[in-house]
């Protein structure tokens, strides 16, 4: 499991700390653009030795300038811990000789419709056949690569792959496990019991054209799965993904006669992607249960590091955070400057009191207007003595912008009365 990353000089920040990782949960917030996808990359390389995409972590550069990445995790037999500075003569960040511990499955979802998966299994074998370089084990997908696959010749990459739609149709014609594993994370995925996913009948789509793998809606009809919505594209590619990934770590283990590894790590940016409001209050439980429904074990250790915006995601995990076990964590500007740091877990009780909390910053769970006019009122409730065409203004404001039911009427109507002396109609 991932203990620590350490920066220095390289990413929005002079310096952060992110560490130490918690061993079952960790959820990172933060405005766009404050670092949560580049500390996701981090820990991807920290684990497998492989960036996810061409540029890697990119130093800071000018005088008196250090960049270094430092980490450690636990794999499955040892701790492995480095200390790695940027090579600006080769360009290049610089780790120590020699094998690194396992540190077991590692699967990285990014919010671009891309995936990578390092395989430990896959590492040991290209590790035995003489295949040299930091990326064996390591198999990076393009968006559209996940869904139509890609040919022999992209070695630096992973190889071949036959991507969802292929292998969709092949595991659903077999009938075998892929197949059975495939349809209970779908289901173990679905926003609830009313709305499952589940495959339908394979069905042409065009006079030439090949047969689509399709999902069953909730209305009876099979939908061809490159029409359905966003959110269920990717709870798909994220359902086949994590079936394909152990699906082949299981065949490439019983060919090398060893056990299959005892670690899964999750890196996940943007949890709530494309998903609707009553997915993202399931989908955080989803994932932490989903490996029960491929191992057909529950004392697999999974660690899952998630990027989020989501409040619902963050309500939807307070009947199960664990203190000892789990973190929230909180990219912000102070100062004009990033910072990032561990937030002491709060019950808040719905996603409002998410909204307007430290972790979002946001003075009302309102539209801008209604925030705006919520202060002026707020601001006229502590004068000695308001002026009455204020006070009628702002009250015009606030029933503009305000729900007719919200609380702030009960307090504000008795204020407005009082000024007015009879109401602001």
């Known amino acids: 499991m991932l203990n620590a990353i350490t920066l220095t000089d390289v990413g929005p920040a002079p310096g952060m700390d992110f560490s130490p990782v918690a061993p079952r949960v960790n959820l990172l917030t933060g405005d766009n653009g404050l670092g949560k996808s580049f500390l996701l990359d981090v820990a991807w390389w920290a684990l497998t030795r492989s960036w996810p995409d061409e540029l890697g972590a990119l130093p800071h550069r000018g005088a008196g300038v250090t960049p270094m990445i430092s980490f450690a995790y636990s794999g499955e037999v040892a701790l492995t811990e480095d200390t790695c500075p940027f090579d600006f003569e080769a360009q290049s960040w610089r780790r120590k000789r020699g094998k690194p511990a396992d ?98 009948d394979p069905t042409p789509v065009s006079i030439d054209g090949d ?33 394909w990934a152990w699906e082949r770590h299981q065949r490439i283990s019983t060919v090398m006669n060893r056990p299959v590894t005892r670690e899964i790590i999750f890196l996940v940016d943007e949890l709530e992607a494309h998903l609707h409001p009553k997915w993202q209050r399931r989908i955080l439980a989803a994932l932490l249960g989903v490996m029960d429904s491929l191992t057909g074990q529950a004392d697999v250790p999974v660690q899952l590091i998630a990027a989020t915006h989501s409040p619902l995601v963050l309500a939807s995990m307070e009947p199960r955070f664990e203190s000892d076990r789990d973190a929230l964590w909180d990219l912000d500007l102070v100062d004009h400057e990033v910072t990032l740091k561990r937030v002491p877990w709060v019950r808040r009780g719905d996603a409002s009191s998410w909204l307007t909390s430290d972790i979002f910053d946001l003075g009302a769970a309102t539209s801008v207007e209604a925030e705006e006019a919520l202060g002026r009122a707020r601001a006229l409730l502590l004068e000695e003595s308001p002026e009455p065409a204020e006070v009628v203004a702002v009250d015009k404001a606030l029933r503009q912008t305000l729900g007719d039911l919200d609380p702030f009427f009960v307090r504000w109507g008795w204020f407005v009365e009082k000024v007015t002396g009879g109401g602001a109609s």
């Open 103 to 200: 540190p077991g499955l590692v699967l990285y979802a990014r919010v671009d419709g891309s995936f990578s998966v390092w395989d430990p299994a896959r590492y040991r074998s290209e590790s035995k056949a003489g295949t040299l370089g930091d990326a064996r084990g390591a198999i990076h997908l393009q968006a559209d690569e996940v869904w139509k696959g890609r040919p022999e010749g992209a070695e630096e990459r992973g190889g071949a792959f036959k991507g969802l739609l292929s292998d969709w149709l092949l595991w659903q014609a077999r009938g075998g496990d892929p197949w059975r594993q495939l349809t209970a994370v779908l289901e173990a995925l679905s926003p609830g019991p009313q709305e499952v996913l589940a495959p339908g």
């Open 211 to 243: 047969e689509q793998p399709t999902l069953r809606m909730p209305y009876g009809q099979d939908v061809p799965l490159m029409a359905a919505s966003a959110g269920m594209r990717r709870i798909c590619a994220l359902a086949y993904l994590l079936v």
